[in-house]
């Protein structure tokens, strides 16, 4: 874990209720139960989420519920447990990672490719 701006940690014992939003990462090994945003997600071993989250990138090595909206990596580890409704771009799930529930892919949005004008020359001599 980055000590840096924006990060938080939820230490084993600890629980929130509420709504988190935060510009950085967290790093969850207590418990978490209501809305979460944040860039990323770190759920630990003895972590525990429940509720609505959105995130770029999430690492789960605990337990996830509910809702989970993950724009671009989601990583189930070996220990993670993930149920509820599950949305993501790109999703790695390791032997003995748990995922049950809705599981929908989120369409990357591509830029579109512009060609090059193509100049004519209408020249008469």
Do not use: C, W
């Not at 139960?33 to 860039?39: D, H, I, P, W």
């Not at 220990?79 to 989120?106: L, M, P």
């Amino acid at each position: 874990m980055e000590d840096k701006e924006g990060n938080v940690m939820v230490g084993k014992g600890v629980t929130i209720n509420g709504s988190i939003k935060l510009s950085g990462a967290i790093y969850i090994f207590g418990e978490v139960n209501g809305e979460l945003e944040a860039q990323e997600l770190h759920v630990g071993e003895s972590g525990k989420v429940t509720g609505e989250i959105k995130t770029d990138i999430a690492d789960i090595r605990g337990e996830v519920n509910n809702t989970l909206e993950v724009t671009k990596t989601l990583v189930i580890r070996d220990t993670g447990k993930v149920t509820g409704t599950v949305r993501y771009e790109s999703i790695e799930i390791e032997n003995g990672g748990f995922i049950d529930g809705q599981i929908e892919k989120i369409a990357v949005k591509k830029t579109p490719i512009v060609s090059p004008a193509v100049l004519t020359s209408n020249e008469n001599s």
